[in-house]
């Protein structure tokens, strides 16, 4: 089923920040085994299983690296550094991605709580969630796990 659902997706649109354009990507679907095979286990736990790495613990919660932020699991671009901030969380955070057509949103309800997760469009993978309570210009906290991201760096 599967490979049945690979040969049927259809691709969808993404902004790719290199090109400045639109393009229309296919979706990345694999098995939990094939995600196993090329993520950490830390990586696999908070993209694939909706975990989350302890605050101030991950790679990126106090980079000022510049560069694009890319989805560990697919490599779809997600947030530049221009909109990162420090939010005092513990976790990178965002104020805009670099579109919100690489985002899916999704209500999540886990913990007894309603919150927003926010999930790559591209493969699914789980990154974080959003909240309302960012910086101008959005008011948006884009609150990532680091082991879900791939920064690129630029000069």
Known sequence: MQEQQR???QPIPIFVVKTGKIEHLAPVIKTDAEWKAILTQEQYAIARKLG???AFTGRYHDSEEHGVYHC???GTDLFDSATKFES???WPSFFAPVSELNLRLVTDRSFG???TEVKCARCGAHLGHLFDDGPPPTGKRYCMNSAALNLEKVP
């Open 7 to 9: 040969r049927q997706a």
């Open 52 to 54: 989350t790495e302890r």
């Open 72 to 74: 560990v699991c697919c």
């Open 88 to 90: 005092g969380t513990g």
């Open 113 to 115: 709580m309603t919150r």
